[in-house]
């Protein structure tokens, strides 16, 4: 009897359907232009994306977009640097010393769930309608992922290599700044990738209230007027902002973390 | 430089709070230019032993020194662990620089004393690999030149080839050998493998399951410089079934937990 024998684990490889994830993106767009230019809906419910292309560049070239984006811009990398810094300082503290870790574990757990948008109207009773209590949003939307990623790394780093770099006669400060830091680095990757999309909700929040300049007050400003297609332009440059954000963050991954993008 | 271990004790509580005595009134003195093997069952204590040795543990009871002049710029002891533990994101050549960092030893002089172990240990041309890049037998041949690159006066190896497949395990230990001819350092070498212990050491330290206790201390009567061919003579031969015999019901025990 001749039994044949064949791959029976096949349908376990996925095959990578590279066309179909540019064929996805173009029919939303196509299917979306079709739609607007049938006339059926309105304008003012849903501008066509060539319509809206149009007007963002209008918007550039009149340097109105600009304006708002650089003002968002500031507020985001402001904010994203010094809730990063802090999130990764608190974060080392909390996963390395014992009595850091007493204090600082039940403070986080306690305050880390309290959504950072409602600290909004607060942080502006303390520090005013200006531009600090915009960053502090931003800055606190950041640092909770980031204390949290670090520590999580911090917890990982081996205590085998830890002993290692003992044995060679690396003390506490080496130890930390030689092992346990390169060993976080991924996950405090993966806090700032989580601190992004945190950040550009914070974002656009603090831009609806009070300000004359930013994205999001574009966005808000456009709604108020019915001006859908500028309305649309904002959440396309926000959509941008957060693709770029996480390209860039992959990007300097990869430059940060050599040791591992090679493998 | 000599290691001494006097009347050493080491007790661990373990998680119901009781006391474990891991190692247990361990004598052992490690001469200058001696190459000693510390064997037993696994459990023993032995990399306990080591850790002590290292300076990575205290012990509960008992005395750890080491006797000798130490010139400056060298470490009293270096380390080679069993899973090579280097640091992933330091290139070959940054791994080997490491300890001499820690020493405070300047780039220029720590580059030409790192490059005088690569080459020395068959690692020129890997510089600028990272450790995932490099098979196991290469790993440790980094982990070797990370610990010979502070001029230790005492080596301390923690079953340094268990890890790596049997080929490359003997090719290793005849180039370890031929490091300890050129060096003659003191080394104090944890090993399960009581071939791989006779064929190296001067001396075979065995100890029994914990609480590990020196059962005995096997001489190897065989010249220096080893051969691949002395394990048929009758001495190796001796040695290893006298080792075998010691530890046999010990091992036996084990495998029944």
Redesign the interface.
């Known amino acids: 009897m001749r039994i044949a024998v064949v791959n029976r684990a096949a349908f376990l490889t996925r095959p990578e359907y590279r066309g179909l994830r540019v064929v996805a993106v173009l029919g939303l767009v196509i299917a979306w232009e079709a739609l607007a230019r049938t006339g059926r809906v309105p304008v003012l419910f849903l501008p066509s994306p060539l319509g809206v292309l149009a007007e963002g560049w209008e918007m550039l070239r009149s340097g109105e977009l600009l304006g708002h984006l650089t003002a968002s811009l500031q507020r985001l990398v402001l904010g994203f640097a010094l809730g990063g810094a802090a999130g990764v300082v608190v974060g080392v503290a909390v996963g390395f010393f014992a009595a850091a870790e007493a204090v600082g574990t039940p403070l986080l757990a306690a305050t880390f769930p309290i959504p950072k948008i409602a600290l909004l109207p607060l942080l502006i009773l303390w520090l005013g309608l200006g531009e600090p209590s915009k960053v502090a949003v931003i800055a606190l939307g950041v640092f909770f992922p980031m204390a949290i990623n670090t520590f999580t790394g911090v917890r990982q780093a081996d205590p085998l290599l830890m002993r290692a770099a003992v044995a060679f006669g690396a003390r506490r400060w080496s130890v930390i700044r030689k092992v346990i830091l390169p060993s976080a680095l991924p996950m405090i990757f993966a806090g700032l990738r989580l601190g992004a999309g945190t950040a550009l909700l914070l974002l656009v929040a603090a831009e609806m209230i009070a300000v004359e300049s930013g994205i999001g007050f574009l966005v808000l400003h456009a709604g108020n007027l019915m001006q859908t297609t500028k309305l649309m332009v904002g959440i396309v440059v926000l959509s941008l902002l957060g693709v770029l954000s996480h390209w860039g963050l992959g990007w300097l991954e990869r430059l940060a973390i050599p040791w591992r993008a090679s493998s | 430089m000599r290691v001494v271990v006097e009347r050493v004790s080491k007790l661990y509580a373990d998680r119901a709070g009781h006391t474990l005595r891991a190692l247990d009134g361990i004598d052992l003195v490690v001469d200058a230019e001696e190459f000693v093997a510390v064997l037993g069952p696994s459990g023993c204590g032995k990399s306990t032993l080591l850790?002590l040795i290292?300076g990575?543990l205290a012990p509960s009871e008992g005395a750890i020194w080491l006797d000798g002049e130490l010139s400056p710029g060298r470490?009293a002891?270096?380390?080679v662990?069993q899973?090579f533990?280097l640091?992933?994101?330091?290139t070959v050549q940054a791994n080997v620089e490491?300890?001499l960092e820690?020493?405070g030893v300047a780039a220029a002089e720590r580059a030409r004393r790192a490059r005088y172990q690569l080459d020395m240990t068959g690692l020129a041309g890997f510089e600028t690999k990272?450790?995932?890049?490099l098979s196991g037998g290469m790993r440790q041949r980094v982990g070797i030149a990370?610990a010979l690159a502070?001029g230790p006066a005492v080596l301390l190896m923690d079953e340094p080839f268990s890890a790596l497949d049997a080929q490359t395990r003997q090719l290793m230990q005849e180039e370890l050998l031929a490091i300890w001819e050129r060096t003659r350092k003191t080394i104090v070498y944890v090993t399960h493998n009581i071939h791989e212990a006779v064929y190296m050491a001067d001396r075979v330290v065995v100890l029994s399951r914990r609480p590990g206790r020196v059962l005995a201390e096997v001489k190897v009567e065989l010249p220096r410089p080893r051969a691949e061919a002395m394990i048929a003579e009758p001495a190796f031969v001796h040695a290893v079934e006298r080792i075998w015999s010691l530890i046999r019901d010990q091992a036996a025990q084990a495998l029944r937990e």
């Open positions: 850790n290292a990575l470490a002891t270096a380390m662990f899973e533990a640091f992933p994101w330091r490491f300890g820690e020493m990272y450790p995932h890049e990370r502070v």
